[in-house]
């Protein structure tokens, strides 16, 4: 059963860069037809789509980020990142990631989450 | 259109039945799929677009989908069935993933 692990720094300073990454057991993050997401969550609030990245290296990003994310992936560690640069007050979130097993449905489908990690932006 | 709309909260009496919705024009050619979260935790698939259901998922839980609008319905809502009820599918594009605001489900 593939199971997903986030890990990475949980106080940033503003202006700085978030750094994130997501290890994936129980499978290959390449073995199949798979998105690999970021989603966030601001304490309190709902569920925002950062991006994701296709096995294959194709990626999406949520256009209100678009400028500062980049997420990548890293087939011999069987993990994909996130990077978010310039944050503010405003990234502060829970920062989960998720499995996008969409198959031929046309649009998402996470079937798999992290636990989600705390990322604090403070000085 | 680039919203996806859920009332903020719902609730229901043990035992009876509940629809939760979750609106927006772009659900006249794109499916929802719906997740639960519960505090402290991570979202759970609870419906697949097209309305099935993940195995392990009660089969209390059903979906529907109607012009602008998709539907999560609870037949015989239970305790553990409290949490936020997230829907999420695209823009009328396609090109941009969408999350409704979510729906708290109180069942008392």
């Known amino acids: 059963q593939v199971q997903l692990q986030e890990s990475g720094a949980g106080l940033v300073k503003p202006s700085q860069t978030l750094s994130l990454t997501c290890t994936v057991s129980?499978?290959?993050?390449?073995?199949?037809?798979?998105?690999w997401a970021w989603i966030r969550q601001p304490p309190g609030k709902g569920l925002e789509s950062i991006g994701y990245i296709y096995y294959r290296g194709s990626t999406y990003y949520n256009p209100s980020l678009k400028s500062r994310v980049t997420i990548s992936l890293h087939t011999s560690k069987n993990q994909f990142s996130l990077k978010l640069t310039s944050v503010s007050a405003a990234d502060t979130a829970v920062y989960y990631c998720a499995r996008d097993n969409r198959g031929t449905y046309r649009n998402d489908v996470f079937d798999v989450w992290g636990r989600g990690t705390m990322v604090t932006v403070s000085s | 259109s680039s919203e996806l709309t859920q009332d903020p909260a719902v609730s229901v009496a043990l035992g009876q039945t509940v629809r939760i919705t979750c609106q927006g024009d772009?659900?006249?050619?794109?499916?929802a799929s719906w997740y639960l979260q519960k505090p402290g935790q991570a979202p759970v698939l609870v419906l697949y677009?097209?309305?099935t259901r993940p195995s392990g998922i009660p089969d209390r839980f059903s979906g529907s989908s109607s012009g602008d609008t998709a539907s999560l319905t609870i037949s015989g809502a239970q305790a553990e069935d409290e949490g936020d009820y997230y829907c999420n599918s695209r823009d009328s594009s396609g090109n941009h993933v969408l999350f409704g605001g979510g729906t708290k489900l109180t069942v008392l």
């Open positions: 772009s659900l006249r050619s794109y499916y």
């Open positions: 129980g499978g290959s993050i390449s073995g199949g037809d798979y998105y």
């Open positions: 677009p097209k309305n």
